[in-house]
């Protein structure tokens, strides 16, 4: 078997994991920003190194990147301008029209990424039908090339309305473009998001193509440098979506990369639910700014068609950028180990959605950082080990901590004559739960389903810490943790499918309904898949379809898996059962309608066969109980621990209140009952 | 001393109206509830006192529902009640101030003990009569009024209200669904609801509530108490149905309390743009709150200190049996009134008037002798805005809704849905009020027929005679336009003809139908408009007037 190596390029490290035989050696890096690609190489010649292994060993490289993702939201991609329909140049800064919060008028709308002066329009129009009312002509598209030069544009998106249901005209700007400016990056809105709604497709595109050059130029680097450094074999690249794609495919359309890291990490969630058998799990991962958390039933975590990049206003709905493209869902929120504690005016504690970040960081980590943050509060509780956190790297104070919940907490809060940052430590681990629970609930309900009885999975540098209460609040009775859960993300990257998705809009009623026409369309997408999968897969591909359908005149289409044999009754039937899961009831005797199809491609596993690590038993299982706290690499398979405890190892802990047992599972999990709650 | 579980049980009580929301707005069948959030859910302690409300899409409801729970307690006063009972109403004065707007409410038992009470609102797209819109005379024209009373009973649904209901709306289907959903989402709470009760051991809200409602009235009133004491008065003329409507307000600030009185706004209108009171406190005090305890949850507690009134006959308070089918486009016009006044209060504070009603045209195939035959039926509701006011420190937002809520429809679905061709719909240059802050842009809409046929437009639009003033020598921003424009070639040239903001016309087989929403009204003198801000608008063609 060769050695796979996974890289996750975070905003502030770089994760690396080598994976050979039946070992995961891993290394983080601080993200080099300039040229990310350096700490790439840095942490692969790492692992290498200390795996013993050679560049020529490793067989495959998996890569995810938050680059085009910080980008977007510090807006440093590239100058782009739009090319769009005659009389509807503001599509992109009109969006849905709406504020996303109530009660502030000095809330300001997200700004669209190609301003107004770069917003181009040409005469042309289709209609809903793809029918050319007024056709285009190349002198029109031509006529704007001083305007893209002088501008310095380096991007193009090209967006008509209808150009999902015919793209000639698109294509014809593309043809004329590149052959007037050949060094232009063009972003076709049919090629990246050929769906019906002409904000989030044009929006989209737009994104697309405004970290295209970036992207383009990064990945083609580190494939130079890893040529340079002997690495010479496929290299694939993660999507927000869950799936591995080709290096040409991330080229062409950088923004399915936006969440590869956070999907890697639902990717390893969903990877250990199958190996367990867990049926129903929610996923946490929790780190030092947010905590995201994902659904996974049958192993498979959900997936949905858009994405908001940058809510810069409160992790708010409607404050970031909508991009459609295939992703894994999740809900995320301004809970993380770096959260701040405040009171409000109202005697209320607050924990975020600000964070200290890294940089000062916490009260604890002695960077300067005053404010009062979750890790304080872990601190001063006694869940962290003040001198093992983050491998040692940081030696955490813990009167520091003491103090900045005294003072920012304690005091405008209780009241008190005498100062305790004891309580103070307690409330905050509790808000910051329960936002957590609020959020997961939430989450749950808008898409119809049930939180009971469901695993938690916690993986994340603060995750573990909180993991056991936020079952608890869920009533959840059982938590996996598993084994080096701070590289996460990158370890399911090793789990990921080699997939890709392909959507396509076309209207039709289900009572006209044109299985010719949608089999030559379902045929196309699937050939357009295969160009994409076909030469980097191994083994057997499988293909799922999806119909995103509605009653007829509705607001919001549901995705429905498309039945092998396909008509409109199977079709029907296949809508009555999704709709009624979702939304309980079904409304008898109206039509239905098909919005827009998708097709996934994909290869029935990994990159390779699937490497859960099975350790051997090194001394007879042993039960712990009583003691405060435990090392986990002390732990072997089998051991059991009785809570209250705390089970610390290098990135963070495991907290295990009174109402819990732990024990390690033969994959090296940590796995939390809740012995109240399991009876 | 505070307790942590007091603010844990106040956070979970928010967290579960927002996932009762959530629900209703998943299940929802009308479009206006699932996408444009026009839907409201609360939790009630068992004196009708509202303890947590979802912050929704509409400001609409705030104050409205909030009343509405002690209402219904009154005709069924809580020992008479049992596990299993929902009482429903659309009455526009006991719930949320007109028929379309059905509001449900379920009282909570633990056991034989009730608990607490969970009430929802949703909009209902249609409640028979003449349909929804400004042109009854009275309430008897609007639709079926449903008095307080039982939907289900133990657990049995009320089928004689039921099948009543399903014969007088045009979409029976929705209907029922709608009112399954309002019934679903308050039974998801109150299962949280005693879910939670069992994990805090709490076997009764009363102290908790209590606290919740000592500590929001004690945030507002101390804000409240830091404003200085006075009569503050604005006054501000709208469009109205076929006369202008005159809206007064004066503002009393006296200690830790804030009122709000309409004495001398316009009386009762002939048509359905009436407001009743419930409606009228709603919207006006969403504008107190816009600048005074936003952050304070709304609740009983949050809610007392801003008390609102206007005299009977007034278009604010209309009495049964007024029309109150369009009371939203009067109503939306409120916020602006008071921050007329509150600008005068907190200097600094107020943005500028915007176009602040929405443009909701309804656009349909003319029938009849008028039609081509052969042409598509099709009725489609589009939502247009104009440009909000320029904020204190910050320019209007353009095509913005305010202080509605609601969400636009794109161009794509609107031309699936109907055969329109939407030539044009972009901003209106130089359409915002010029200030050193200026107002947000309106935006220019052109439709033609796609098969040259005749259609028509229903309007309900405002600020056509009366555009969004500025402030403090901020200029007004441009008046809102509606006309049709025929003969020209290329679009360009012809004739126009200017329609006026209500009621119904017919655009012409090949003619363009053109509509132009209103811009806001500017802040401070245009002199002193940052130069980098005058220039980034010129770069952009947003300040040239046509």
């Not at chain 1, 598993?482 to 890709?500: Q, R």
Request: with cysteine; net charge negative; charged share 20%.
């Amino acid at each position: 078997m060769v050695d796979r190596v996974a890289v996750d390029i975070g905003g502030t490290f770089t994760d690396v994991v080598l994976e050979t035989g039946q070992r995961h050696v891993t290394t983080k890096v601080l993200t080099s920003h300039a040229q990310p690609a350096t700490a790439v190489l840095q942490g692969l010649r790492q692992v290498l190194a200390q795996a013993g292994r050679e560049p020529s060993d490793v067989g495959v490289v998996l890569h995810g990147t938050t680059l085009a993702t910080n980008a977007l939201i510090e807006r440093r991609g590239a100058r782009t301008a739009l090319i769009t329909t005659e009389g509807h140049r503001d599509v992109l800064e009109m969006a849905f029209e709406n504020r996303f919060e109530q009660y502030d008028i000095n809330v300001d709308r997200p700004q669209p990424l190609v301003p107004r002066h770069r917003r181009l329009t040409v005469r042309e129009r289709m209609n809903a039908d793809g029918e050319a009312l007024t056709p285009l002509r190349a002198e029109a598209v031509r006529a704007l090339v001083p305007t893209l030069t002088e501008g310095g544009v380096e991007s193009v998106a090209v967006g008509f309305l209808h150009g999902y249901a015919n793209p000639a005209h698109e294509r014809m700007a593309r043809d004329v473009l590149a052959a007037a400016l050949p060094n232009l990056s063009i972003t076709l809105a049919s090629d990246v998001c050929p769906e019906i709604r002409e904000f989030e497709r044009f929006s989209t595109a737009c994104a697309n193509a405004y970290v295209k050059p970036l992207m383009s130029r990064y990945l083609a680097d580190l494939q130079e440098r890893l040529t340079a450094l002997g690495v010479v074999c496929p290299f694939l690249m993660m999507t927000s979506g869950g799936g591995l794609t080709s290096v040409q495919a991330a080229r062409e359309f950088p923004i399915r990369l936006v969440e590869s890291g956070p999907a890697g990490g639902a990717i390893l969630a969903a990877k250990i639910a199958r190996d367990l058998q867990l049926n129903r799990v929610v996923s946490l991962d929790m780190g030092g700014t947010t905590a995201k958390i994902c659904l996974i039933d049958d192993g498979e975590p959900q997936h949905s068609r858009s994405f908001e990049v940058d809510r810069s206003y409160r992790f708010r709905k409607g404050s970031g950028l909508p991009v459609r493209i295939p992703v894994i869902e999740m809900v995320e929120i301004g809970a993380g180990g770096g959260s701040i504690a405040s009171v409000d005016r109202l005697g209320r504690i607050q924990v975020g959605p600000q964070s200290a970040g890294s940089e000062p960081g916490p009260a604890c980590y002695g960077r300067g950082g005053r404010a009062a943050t979750v890790t304080d509060a872990d601190l001063v509780l006694g869940r962290l080990d003040a001198s093992r956190f983050a491998g040692g790297s940081i030696v955490l104070d813990t009167s520091a901590a003491r103090a900045a919940l005294e003072q920012h907490v304690d005091r405008p809060w209780r009241d008190a004559s005498q100062v305790d940052a004891v309580p103070a430590a307690e409330a905050v681990s509790e808000i910051v739960d329960e936002n957590m629970a609020a959020a997961a609930r939430a989450h749950a309900a808008e898409w119809g389903k049930d939180m009971a009885g469901r695993t938690l999975i916690a993986f994340g540098g603060a995750a573990p810490l909180h993991a056991a209460r936020l079952a608890e609040k869920l009533g959840l009775a059982a938590v996996v943790v598993p084994e080096a859960a701070g590289v996460g993300s990158a370890l399911g990257f090793l789990a990921a499918p080699i997939a890709f998705e392909v959507v396509r809009s076309r209207h039709m009623l289900l009572s006209a309904f044109d299985a010719d026409a949608v089999a030559v369309a379902l045929a196309d997408m699937r050939a357009e898949a295969q160009a994409v999968v076909g030469p980097i897969a191994t083994g057997e591909l499988i293909e799922s379809r999806s119909a995103y359908m509605r009653y007829l005149g509705q607001g919001y289409e549901i995705g429905v898996a498309v039945p092998t044999e396909l008509s409109a009754a199977t079709l029907r039937d296949a809508f009555d059962a999704a709709y009624a899961s979702l939304y309980g009831r079904l409304i008898a005797g109206l039509d239905v309608e098909v919005l827009s199809w998708t097709l996934t491609l994909r290869s029935d596993a990994s990159t390779s066969t699937p490497t859960t690590t099975v350790h051997e038993r090194s001394h007879a299982p042993q039960l712990i109980a009583g003691v405060r706290r435990v090392a986990r690499e002390t732990l072997a398979i089998g051991d059991r621990v009785r809570g209250p405890a705390t089970i610390v190892e290098d990135q963070t802990a495991i907290v295990l209140p009174a109402e819990y047992d732990a024990h390690i599972d033969r994959r090296g999990n940590v796995v939390l009952a809740n012995v109240v709650l399991a009876t | 001393m505070n307790d942590i579980r007091d603010q844990l049980v106040w956070n979970r009580l928010l967290a579960i109206v927002e996932e009762q929301a959530q629900t209703l707005m998943r299940t929802a069948f009308s479009t206006v509830v699932r996408e444009a959030g026009d839907l409201s859910a609360g939790v009630f302690d068992t004196t009708g006192a509202m303890l947590a409300q979802a912050v929704t899409g509409t400001p609409g409801h705030v104050n409205a529902m909030a009343a509405s729970v002690g209402k219904f307690l009154v005709r069924y006063p809580l020992p008479t009640l049992a596990p299993g009972d929902v009482l429903v109403t659309n009455d526009p004065w006991d719930g949320t101030g007109h028929l379309n707007d059905f509001t449900v409410v379920t009282p909570v038992f633990d056991g034989d003990k009730a608990m607490a009470l969970f009430a929802a609102t949703s909009h209902i797209a249609d409640v028979g009569g003449r349909g929804f819109g400004p042109d009854a005379g009275e309430l008897f024209e609007e639709g079926l009024r449903i008095p307080i009373m039982k939907l289900f009973e133990r657990g049995e649904r009320n089928d004689a209200l039921m099948r009543l209901i399903a014969a007088n709306v045009r979409d029976p289907v929705v209907a029922e669904g709608d009112l399954h959903s309002l019934t679903a989402c308050n039974h998801n709470g109150g299962r949280q609801l005693l879910a939670m009760l069992r994990e805090f051991e709490l076997d009764s809200f009363d102290r908790v509530g209590r606290w919740i409602i000592a500590t929001s009235r004690r945030a507002m009133a101390e804000e409240i108490r830091a404003l200085p004491d006075g009569v503050y008065r604005h006054a501000m003329d709208v469009d109205g149905y076929d006369q202008p409507v005159h809206l007064a307000c004066a503002l009393t600030i006296a200690g830790d309390a804030i009122d709000v009185d309409f004495a001398g706004s316009s009386g009762l209108s002939p048509y359905g743009i009436n407001v009743p009171l419930n409606y009228t406190e709603a919207y006006a005090s969403f504008g107190v709150r816009c600048v005074v305890g936003n952050d304070v949850p709304n609740n009983a507690g949050s809610l007392q200190p801003v008390t609102v009134r206007a005299p009977a006959g007034c278009i604010l308070n209309a009495e049964f049996p007024a029309a109150v089918s369009a009371r939203h486009a009067i109503g939306q016009m409120l916020p602006d009134v008071v921050l007329g006044c509150m600008d005068q209060v907190l200097p600094g504070v107020a943005p500028a008037e915007g176009a602040s009603c929405i443009w909701n045209p309804v656009l349909r195939n003319a029938g009849g002798a008028l039609g081509n035959a052969s042409a598509t039926p099709f009725v489609i509701n589009p939502i247009f805005n104009g440009g909000t006011g320029a904020r204190p420190t910050k320019d209007g937002l353009s095509t913005t809704a305010f202080p509605s809520g609601v969400r636009t429809t794109p161009t794509e679905v609107n031309e699936v849905t109907a055969p329109l061709i939407f030539t044009r719909r972009e901003y209106r240059s130089g359409s915002g009020g010029a200030g050193t802050y200026r107002g947000g842009l309106g935006q220019v809409i052109e439709v033609v027929h796609a098969q040259g046929a005749p259609f028509v437009i229903s309007k309900m639009f405002d600020r056509i005679g009366h555009p969004a003033q500025g402030r403090r020598g901020g200029e007004d921003g441009a008046a809102g336009r509606v006309y049709i424009k025929d003969g020209g070639k290329d679009g360009n040239g012809g004739n126009r003809r200017e329609l006026r903001g209500k009621g119904q016309d017919i655009v012409p087989a090949g003619a363009t139908l053109v509509m132009e929403t209103p811009g806001g009204g500017g802040i401070g003198d245009a002199a002193e408009r940052d130069p980098e801000a005058t220039a980034a608008d010129n770069a952009a063609g947003l300040t040239y007037r046509r």
